[in-house]
């Protein structure tokens, strides 16, 4: 599908680029038909990566290119190359470069990921926008603020969940949010909320998934007197911990690190983690089949 990201004109000195992500029955010629096919159309292929699952037989690509003409070509073209990747046999989504991403952002209390996601934004980091902060808590509301961000305050309790996820769902449509954040927000997303979102929603797991899922996992590694810690950056489904890897990074601890070691440690993780998983999802670099990911250099 075209990912509908709000069109944002480039400057004078930018060129926007498409990025296609496809993948399908692994065939010959694969490659070659797909260069060709933008080589014909007069476009410059700037990156193209790709791989193959042996044991699956499926077919991976992610290949980016400027196309040549006159304003207005680049959405054509990104139609064009979507009714071409079906007549392969293919699935494919298609990017615009010049089409910026509206991120909202969900927080509890914790605020280590929260203020590391905004300040990579505000640096340009990320080829997307953070347009909104939700958080059943408060405790950010002033930060956001200061930031420039909008703040919302949706509580959640065990017995107004409905309503505050229909709050949720709400304000996600009016914002017109194209990825959901969980950056460290401490409620479960429902099954049926996670499908009426209907866009990618990114957590970030305080484990080296999957060990020690659920609640309090630097407790449970202590306990088990583990000598690595890790946090995972996954896309959140109606499985709790379970959705498509995206990121993972480890920290080495001993015997002489005690629990609030190993949180001061894996909050440093857990940061560097969500944000290169954020990174790389808004650079068309993530492409999901099944539970699995294939993550493109």
């Not at 791989?51 to 064009?80: K, L, M, N, Y």
């Not at 009714?83 to 990017?95: H, N």
């Not at 305080?206 to 407790?219: N, R, T, V």
């Not at 993972?248 to 440093?268: C, I, M, N, P, Y």
Request: aromatic fraction near 8%.
């Amino acid at each position: 599908m075209l990912v509908g990201f709000p069109l944002v004109f480039p400057t004078a000195m930018e060129t926007p680029t498409l990025i296609a992500l496809l993948h399908g029955p692994d065939q010959p010629g694969l490659v070659a038909r797909v260069s060709g096919w933008i080589f014909a159309r007069g476009g410059n292929i700037l990156h193209a990566d790709q791989h193959r699952d042996r044991e699956a037989g499926i077919f991976f690509q992610r290949i980016e290119w400027v196309p040549t003409g006159s304003a207005g070509v680049a959405e054509r073209e990104a139609g064009d190359f979507l009714a071409f990747a079906a007549s392969l046999g293919m699935q494919a989504k298609v990017i615009l470069s010049s089409r910026r991403a509206r991120i909202a952002v969900f927080v509890s209390k914790a605020d280590h990921c929260f203020h590391d996601l905004i300040l990579r934004w505000k640096a340009g980091d990320f080829s997307g926008d953070i347009v909104a902060i939700a958080g059943n808590h408060t405790d950010l509301a002033e930060a956001a603020r200061g930031y420039g961000v909008p703040f919302h305050h949706i509580p959640v309790t065990a017995d107004t969940k409905p309503q505050a996820e229909a709050r949720q769902l709400a304000l996600l449509n009016d914002l017109g949010a194209d990825l959901v954040v969980l950056a460290r927000y401490m409620q479960v997303l429902s099954a049926d909320l996670l499908e009426k979102i209907g866009r990618p929603v990114i957590n970030i797991h305080h484990s080296f998934l999957p060990a020690f899922a659920g609640g309090k996992p630097y407790h449970q590694a202590h306990a088990r007197g583990v000598k690595l810690i890790g946090a995972t950056a996954h896309y959140a489904t109606r499985d709790l911990d379970e959705g498509p890897i995206i990121h993972q990074d480890v920290a080495q601890v001993t015997h002489r690190h005690g629990v609030e070691d190993l949180v001061r440690k894996g909050r440093d993780l857990e940061k560097t983690v969500l944000a290169q998983a954020v990174r790389w999802h808004l650079e068309g670099r993530v492409l999901v089949y099944g539970n699995k990911t294939v993550v493109f250099d």
